[in-house]
């Protein structure tokens, strides 16, 4: 599986981006998604995860009520809509895709990753 994020960006505190992440392959619907974040000088922390039939999801504490993850398996692609940005929202976001039905924050269980995405908040 490969995975591509796109749609990070500069925006002001209070702003809103949509990131998506496309994934090759014919079982994208077969994998529980997560996305996850690096902040300069940080370790990789977990943001929100979806299973593979988007019934259930999980997010981080500090992103709860601001970002929604979803997926569409039709177009083997996961969403990110994040809103009431924070400058402490800036990082590099990561999708990750895991074989395995469970939905997890942990990184180490994830199998696949994507590139990034840069995301900057600016106060």
């Known amino acids: 599986v490969q995975l591509q994020a796109s749609g990070g960006g500069l925006v002001q505190a209070g702003g809103s981006l949509r990131l998506s992440c496309a994934a090759s392959?014919?079982?994208?619907?077969?994998?529980?998604m997560g996305w996850f974040r690096q902040a300069p000088g940080k370790e990789r922390e977990f943001v929100a995860a979806?299973?593979?039939?988007?019934?259930?999801?999980t997010y981080a504490d500090s992103v709860k009520g601001r970002f929604s993850v979803s997926r569409d398996n039709a177009k083997n692609t996961v969403y990110l809509q994040m809103n009431s940005l924070k400058p402490e929202d800036t990082a590099v976001y990561y999708c990750?895709?895991?074989?395995?039905?469970?939905?997890?924050?942990?990184?180490?269980?994830?199998?696949?990753w994507g590139q990034g995405t840069q995301v900057t908040v600016s106060s």
């Open positions: 392959g014919r079982t994208f619907s077969s994998y529980v």
């Open positions: 990750a895709a895991r074989m395995d039905l469970g939905v997890t924050t942990f990184a180490r269980l994830y199998d696949y």
């Open positions: 979806i299973s593979w039939s988007g019934i259930t999801t």
